[in-house]
């Protein structure tokens, strides 16, 4: 079975772009979550989407948005990119709303210069 | 609000030695706990949950955890390390109702492990 799968694996943006990461969810699965993870940190939570709609927010700005599409793959939106933008961005799924049972992604390395 | 504290961001051990990373929570409710493992340029594998059964928690690869309410703690340990064991691992908590996603994970700031031979 196919995990959760992130696309791109890595990109390279210039401060100000806006960028769009993806994520493919384990089949079956209704939930997808965001987290940002800066080097030598542990992952910070930004959203949880479920039934394709928001069901948490973590604390990051407005210019982190979101969607969970019909097929419950997700898109993570960036505008406006800082330096410190730059993180590794990984998505988790599962199958409910909760905690327990998610699988992450490897994740998008994305380098703002 | 929850937290967690890792104590020690670098932990050493000999291959077959004991290994022990610290976790100590901060949770306004009755808490799940989490371990996580990451290998370089890899997401994060679940070890290993804690969510209000048995205190003491197998997990994969021969890693356990213990639930200490009195200590707020939940270490990992297993009994004798490999190789394959070196990465970082990430302890986490969730207040969330019955395990809920809304307030995500609270994670740690990660013990890297090195195991040297």
């Known amino acids: 079975d196919a995990g959760v799968t992130q696309s791109p694996t890595h990109l390279i943006k210039t401060r100000g772009q806006h960028v769009t990461l993806r994520c493919s969810p384990i089949s079956g699965h209704k939930s997808v979550s965001w987290y940002q993870q800066v080097l030598g940190q542990g992952p910070q939570f930004i959203f949880q989407y479920y039934e394709k709609e928001e069901r948490g927010r973590g604390n990051f700005p407005d210019r982190f948005s979101a969607r969970q599409f019909p097929n419950y793959s997700s898109e993570l939106n960036v505008n406006a990119l800082l330096l410190g933008d730059s993180a590794l961005y990984l998505c988790?799924?599962?199958?409910?709303?909760?905690?327990?049972?998610?699988?992450f992604g490897s994740g998008t390395r994305l380098t703002v210069v | 609000a929850q937290s967690v504290t890792q104590l020690g961001s670098h932990v050493s051990v000999s291959e077959g030695a004991l290994v022990l990373l610290r976790c100590n929570y901060s949770?306004?409710?009755?808490?799940?706990l989490f371990w996580y493992v990451q290998y370089p340029n890899q997401g994060l594998q679940l070890l290993l949950k804690?969510?209000?059964?048995?205190?003491l928690v197998k997990g994969i690869n021969g890693f356990e955890a213990e639930f200490k309410k009195s200590e707020t703690s939940f270490h990992l340990t297993k009994p004798s390390a490999h190789m394959s064991d070196a990465a970082e691992y990430f302890c986490?908590?969730?207040?969330?109702?019955?395990?809920?996603?809304?307030?995500?994970?609270?994670f740690g700031k990660g013990t890297h492990l090195i195991i040297q031979p």
């Open positions: 988790a799924s599962s199958i409910s709303a909760g905690v327990y049972g998610y699988t």
């Open positions: 986490a908590v969730s207040e969330g109702d019955s395990g809920g996603g809304a307030d995500g994970l609270t």
């Open positions: 804690y969510t209000s059964a048995a205190t």
């Open positions: 949770s306004s409710v009755p808490p799940y």
